[in-house]
Structure formats: C-alpha cells, structure tokens
C-alpha cells in the first residue's frame, strides 16, 4: 500500500531481468560493515568493466523480446509486403551484428548513463570518471563511431575522437545494489523527442487521440521505424515528462502500477496504449516504406503536474533499440543478457516474394541515363543500386555550398554521381567498410534546390521524409530522392558496399566526402521528377 503522505513517483515491481554475470569483474566487489550494518564495497574497476561490456554488447546485440516483435510482422497476414521485406532486412543486421564486429547502426550514438547507487553501496571514488573511462574503452576497441561535438566557440566545434563526453546520471537510492541503466542514443532517433505545452483541455479521450494523432504522424519514418513510441501526459516539469519519455520508450518503466492514486506516482494507461498502438496502424507509414508497422508497441506514462501546466512529451526508440540494464550487488556484477543468437528469430522466406518487382540501377551510367530508368517507375518502386556514390552529410554539404557562395560551382564529382548522406563507423580489420547505413535526409534539405539549380544532387539516397521543397526542387530540376533501409547499417556494409575510399575533405573524419562502390544496395523511389512524394500520398 502506498502511504499518502510519500510516494516514490516511478514505484516499479520486483526487477524480473534475465542477467549474465561479468567474471572480469570477480574480485572487485567485496562485503564490510559500517555502524554495525553490511556495506558493498565496490571498486571502481567495477564500473569501468560493467560500462566498457555494456556498450559493446549494446552496438552489437537486441532484447530478445525485441527480435520476437520484428519476427512478428512474418506472422501477421496484415502485414504489407515491404513491412516484412524492410523486418528481413533488420533480422539479417542483427545476425550480422551479433558477430561483434560491425555495430547494429553507423551511428554508434550518445553514450547515457543512469545510475541509482543504494546508500549501503560504498565506491570510495568518482564513479562518473570509472563509468566513462568504461565508454571510452568501449568506443576506442571497438568499431564504433565518434561523434560527439566539442564547441570551441559559439560557432566552431571539433570532433572529441573519443565519443566523450558520455551522459551520466547518478542517483541516490535505499539498499544494497547499484542498478544502472546504459543507453546508447542516435541523432535520429533523439531528434524525435518532442515536448509539448498543453492545458487541461486535453485531459479527455477524445482530445488526446485527436492530439496523438496529429503529433505522430510528425514522427515520419526518418529515425528507423518500427518504433517503440512513449507518450507521456504530465510531468511536475518539462524535464521530468522528457526523462519519462526516454525511460519509456526504453521499457524501463513498464513495471509501474496501472492505476494511479492520490499519492501522486506515476501509472500506465494500458487501455490508451492499445489505442494509439491501432492508431499508428491506421497511418500507412508502416515499417519504412508503407505498411502496417509503424510501431512495434506504445506505451503511455501519466504524470503528476502542477495545475496550471500540463506537458506532454513524445519519442521513440528506433530499430537499433540499444539500452541494457546492470547491477552491482554483494554476489558480483552483473549486465541483462541480449540475444547471442539472432538467426532464431529468422523466417524461412524467399526475398523475391517480399515485394514487387525491383529495378536494377547502374551507378556507372551517366547521370541523364540514370535519370531517365527512374524516370520510368513510379514512387514506391523497389530498386537495386549497382556502382559508384558519393557520400556526404552536413559538414561536407556546408563545405559545398560555401563554394558556391564563392562563386566556384560544384565539384564534377557532385554533378556525375548520387549522393548518399551517411557517416561510416570504423572500418574493421579485412573489412571493406564498416557499419554504414544512411542518415536522415531532412537535414540536408535546406541545400537541394541551390545544388540541383548547379546540376549537383540529382539522385540523392538516405532516410526518411522529406520537405515539401525537396520534392518541388526535384520537380522543377528533374531529380529523385530514394529512401534506405534506416537501421540495417551491417547489412549494408557486409553484402552491398564493396569499397570505401576518402575523396576530399578528409579532415572532417566521418564527415567527409567519401566515394564508395555498392552492389545490390536496396532502396525505394520516395520523390520522383514528376512532383510525387511516396509519404505525402500516403
């Protein structure tokens, strides 16, 4: 029961995790008393070896019940022929990834930390410092990518080359464990959060599905659906709805009470979560490229809120759905056990059934005649892209068009091939590339008019919908826009990206503009020459 006068406002059950235990961590945790009482003494060893194992096995390895939910779309007769062919395309990736050696997605992603530390829990140390020497570890031996962003000034940055610094949220709690849960967060799925100020009108069945309907579809396909989407309503701050958000959309919160009380704690809404979960079904987005799965699951939080303020926060967690929890009790450490073994969870299908007939692309030709083969299919087609790209993402974009703004036209390079926007993560041993799948086209739009204007960006390749002006530039100008496979970058970089090389700016890292040779790359027509837009028809 819980006591009116304090409530914990995130009171969830017993933890019933499945955990493997860290023997590189045996001997580092041992067992004193303090004021007659047993403490765990914790050295900080500890934590560097439970955050540099859980952001290995995080880059590389899902939940198992995750995996069961994309196996699922095979299951479902509703389920549209490019829902199981993009699902195909996610299961291959994770068996890929399960190797250990190319990460589930190029964007290896923030590395957040949160820790809630029982008061019979001693370390002695900084444990911020021991956990992020863990990250450190982890994103240096290993191939993932760096990508955080160090201000040097209002307005230059540089590149830290180490993913640091890593988010770290330490709490005090009652007890004798330490519990931790380790996130790693892309830009596109973290560009999803959103926050809204709303009022008590919105408190109503019919307002809030009117409401979540509008909002979601805002979402689009850009961070890598199917999503795990978190709604919350309320929050005693717009911080609190935010951080709710991204606990939900991680599961962490699915152990709260389904009712809530006059002590103020937070409750699902399992009834309002079926509701938006059929909403989403209704859109048409479906896994990518139209469909049914535009969501694996919703879950709904509400909140406590000050009477005059009433947010609501909104985001997902993308295909790549990387979080893991940990603990450090007095019988060692410990980190959740993911799926070593993804190749279960893969249906027995032939590819050619999974949607309609693909058209092969050759890179090779030139640009007109490229032009003219996409030019003959209608949006929604399926193709496979054969020959030599460009890469380039929004540093080298920026580059491009201040020679522009000098007067120097765009490189000839820009004007023969298509444009993919994508980051590569590290390149392994004997690899031809590393993780490297594409990235969300709309940050790019800004610049397409003014490159297609300069005969450059007539094909470009990436993720997700786009702007109302892409599509009219690719109108006026004659260009298309083909939409990726968000969140199969292993897929991508094992079987279709045969060789990777810099082309220019090479100082810019990930950033810079690269040429690669792809074969069988998969991808869909999304805006055409003729001024269609796949995602506005829908």
Same mark, same amino acid.
């Given at each position: 029961?819980?006591?009116?006068?304090?409530?914990?406002?995130?009171?969830?059950?017993?933890?019933?995790?499945?955990?493997?235990?860290?023997?590189?961590?045996?001997?580092?945790?041992?067992?004193?008393?303090?004021?007659?009482?047993?403490?765990?003494?914790?050295?900080?060893?500890?934590?560097?070896?439970?955050?540099?194992?859980?952001?290995?096995?995080?880059?590389?390895?899902?939940?198992?019940?995750?995996?069961?939910?994309?196996?699922?779309?095979?299951?479902?007769?509703?389920?549209?022929?490019?829902?199981?062919?993009?699902?195909?395309?996610?299961?291959?990736?994770?068996?890929?990834?399960?190797?250990?050696?190319?990460?589930?997605?190029?964007?290896?992603?923030?590395?957040?930390?949160?820790?809630?530390?029982?008061?019979? +829990?001693?370390? &002695?140390? #900084?444990? *911020?410092?021991?956990?992020?020497?863990? /990250?450190?570890? @982890?994103? $240096?031996?290993?191939?993932?990518?760096?990508?955080?962003m160090a201000p040097l000034t209002m307005f230059e940055e540089v590149n830290t080359g180490n993913n640091l610094p890593a988010q770290i949220d330490l709490y005090a709690t009652p007890g004798s464990a330490y519990k931790f849960l380790f996130m790693a967060k892309g830009g596109g799925s973290a560009n999803k959060v959103y926050l809204y100020q709303q009022t008590k009108?919105?408190?109503?069945?019919?307002?809030?599905?009117?409401?979540?309907?509008?909002?979601?579809?805002?979402?689009?396909?850009?961070?890598?659906?199917?999503?795990?989407?978190? +709604?919350?309503? &309320?929050? #005693?701050? *717009?911080?609190?709805?935010?951080?709710? /958000?991204?606990? @939900?959309? $991680?599961?962490?919160?699915?152990?709260?009470?389904?009712?809530?009380?006059?002590?103020?704690?937070?409750?699902?809404?399992?009834?309002?979560?079926?509701?938006?979960?059929?909403?989403?079904?209704?859109?048409?987005?479906?896994?990518?490229?139209?469909?049914?799965?535009?969501?694996?699951?919703?879950?709904?939080?509400?909140?406590?809120?000050?009477?005059?303020?009433?947010?609501?926060?909104?985001?997902?967690?993308?295909s790549a759905d990387r979080q893991a929890v940990g603990k450090i009790t007095a019988e060692g450490v410990f980190l959740e056990a993911l799926e070593t073994n993804p190749a279960a969870y893969l249906p027995d299908v032939r590819t050619d059934r999974l949607s309609s007939d693909v058209v092969e692309i050759d890179l090779s030709r030139p640009m007109d005649e490229i032009?003219?083969?996409?030019?003959?299919?209608?949006?929604?087609?399926?193709?496979?892209?054969?020959?030599?790209?460009?890469?380039?993402?929004?540093?080298?974009?920026?580059?491009?068009?201040?020679?522009?703004?000098?007067?120097?036209?765009?490189?000839?390079?820009?004007?023969?091939?298509?444009?993919?926007?994508?980051?590569?993560?590290?390149?392994?041993?004997?690899?031809?590339?590393?993780?490297?799948?594409?990235?969300?086209?709309?940050?790019?739009?800004?610049?397409?008019?003014l490159f297609q204007s300069h005969g450059g960006s007539m094909v470009m390749i990436a993720k997700g919908n786009r702007s109302t002006a892409v599509t009219e530039a690719c109108h006026k100008h004659g260009g298309f826009y083909l939409g990726s496979i968000g969140g199969a970058a292993a897929q991508l970089a094992l079987t279709s990206i045969r060789k990777v090389e810099?082309?220019?700016?090479?100082?810019?890292?990930?950033?810079?503009?690269?040429?690669?040779?792809?074969?069988?790359?998969?991808?869909?027509?999304?805006?055409?020459?003729?001024?269609?837009?796949?995602?506005?028809?829908?």
């Amino acid at each position: 029961m819980i006591d009116p006068a304090f409530a914990e406002m995130f009171p969830l059950s017993p933890d019933t995790t499945a955990y493997r235990r860290l023997e590189a961590a045996d001997g580092l945790v041992g067992q004193d008393t303090f004021r007659g009482r047993p403490v765990v003494v914790v050295e900080p060893r500890a934590l560097t070896v439970l955050a540099e194992e859980a952001f290995h096995d995080i880059a590389h390895l899902l939940r198992p019940a995750h995996l069961a939910q994309v196996r699922a779309i095979f299951d479902d007769p509703e389920a549209s022929a490019n829902d199981r062919f993009v699902a195909l395309e996610l299961l291959k990736n994770a068996n890929i990834s399960a190797g250990g050696i190319l990460p589930m997605c190029q964007d290896t992603g923030t590395a957040i930390i949160m820790g809630k530390k029982g008061q019979q +829990v001693f370390s &002695g140390e #900084t444990d *911020a410092l021991a956990l992020t020497e863990g /990250v450190a570890r @982890a994103y $240096a031996n290993n191939n993932l990518r760096y990508s955080q962003m160090a201000p040097l000034t209002m307005f230059e940055e540089v590149n830290t080359g180490n993913n640091l610094p890593a988010q770290i949220d330490l709490y005090a709690t009652p007890g004798s464990a330490y519990k931790f849960l380790f996130m790693a967060k892309g830009g596109g799925s973290a560009n999803k959060v959103y926050l809204y100020q709303q009022t008590k009108a919105l408190l109503n069945p019919a307002s809030l599905v009117r409401f979540a309907d509008e909002q979601i579809r805002t979402l689009g396909t850009a961070a890598c659906p199917p999503y795990h989407l978190a +709604v919350v309503i &309320g929050g #005693t701050s *717009a911080e609190t709805c935010l951080k709710a /958000v991204k606990l @939900a959309s $991680a599961h962490y919160l699915d152990g709260l009470p389904t009712q809530g009380s006059k002590a103020g704690h937070a409750f699902r809404d399992l009834e309002m979560e079926a509701t938006i979960l059929e909403l989403t079904r209704r859109l048409g987005l479906g896994a990518q490229f139209g469909g049914k799965y535009f969501c694996h699951d919703v879950r709904v939080i509400r909140l406590p809120r000050h009477g005059a303020s009433c947010p609501v926060g909104i985001g997902v967690s993308c295909s790549a759905d990387r979080q893991a929890v940990g603990k450090i009790t007095a019988e060692g450490v410990f980190l959740e056990a993911l799926e070593t073994n993804p190749a279960a969870y893969l249906p027995d299908v032939r590819t050619d059934r999974l949607s309609s007939d693909v058209v092969e692309i050759d890179l090779s030709r030139p640009m007109d005649e490229i032009r003219a083969t996409l030019s003959k299919y209608p949006v929604r087609t399926r193709v496979s892209l054969n020959g030599p790209m460009i890469v380039a993402r929004d540093i080298a974009h920026a580059k491009l068009k201040e020679r522009l703004d000098r007067g120097e036209g765009l490189p000839d390079y820009f004007k023969n091939m298509a444009v993919y926007y994508a980051g590569p993560a590290k390149t392994p041993a004997n690899y031809a590339s590393g993780s490297f799948g594409p990235t969300t086209a709309g940050r790019m739009d800004a610049y397409v008019d003014l490159f297609q204007s300069h005969g450059g960006s007539m094909v470009m390749i990436a993720k997700g919908n786009r702007s109302t002006a892409v599509t009219e530039a690719c109108h006026k100008h004659g260009g298309f826009y083909l939409g990726s496979i968000g969140g199969a970058a292993a897929q991508l970089a094992l079987t279709s990206i045969r060789k990777v090389e810099v082309l220019e700016y090479p100082e810019l890292g990930m950033e810079a503009i690269w040429r690669i040779e792809v074969k069988d790359f998969p991808a869909f027509i999304i805006v055409d020459d003729k001024g269609n837009d796949f995602f506005k028809q829908l």
